[in-house]
């Protein structure tokens, strides 16, 4: 009887050793996930957490300018007409004043489609890119790497948040200023190229603007427009 008993004791002792084995086991594997868990958030922080300082290469690329306002195979000032043979119709299209023009818009699946007034018909004048579907400036896309929007475009200062330009953001502001203006800017949210055309006679110009927006060092968005209010 007492050789049972101590039997059956052995073996609550090895079932309560095992059990114990397996619940360190997976302390351990659930330890080692967090840890590493905590690392890779640790590594994505440190690389991706602000761009507008990290160092950049220079290079020689052109400047931006309204000949990179594209979208697929359309370009700035394409008609209604080919915009809409081009990516077919709409999912919604709607019409609103701003200023002193007439405007439409026109929503597809991660696509929209600014159209403005002109004469009798209407002419591209602002897209908004959020799907990796289509093709922006210089072959940039919703998905890629921030630092191609860095490689595609001229890079004179390797350092700061002026990539390149004859004047700073704040000139398109002051009267004085009538000449060419264009730059291009980095924040820790956004990539701006702007390149506004020379002021004559004191009439308002019209500014090409590019802004690629980006998370966690990808583009999750890409806005291009010009001759809008």
Known sequence: MEKKKETNVKKNDIKTTQTDI??????????????????????????FKNFAEMHLDTNKKEIFSIKDLTVGNLKYGNSEETVKKELGNPKSEKEKIIGQYNYKILEYNGLKVTLKENYDNYILTKVNITSNKYTGPRDLKVGNKITKAFSNFNVENSTG??????????????????????????????????NRDEIVDGIKTNIAKLDI?????????????????
């Open 161 to 194: 948040a002026y990539l390149y330009g004859n004047h700073v953001k704040e000139a398109l502001k002051q009267k004085e200023v009538t000449e060419n203006v264009y730059f291009g800017i980095r924040t820790s949210e956004n990539i701006l190229y702007v």
């Open 22 to 47: 397996n619940i360190r086991k997976k302390m351990t594997v659930g330890l080692a996930i967090l840890i590493l868990f905590v690392f890779v958030l640790i590594l994505r922080s440190t690389f």
């Open 213 to 229: 927006k980006y998370s966690g060092g990808k583009i999750n968005e890409i806005i291009w427009s010009y001759d809008i209010e």
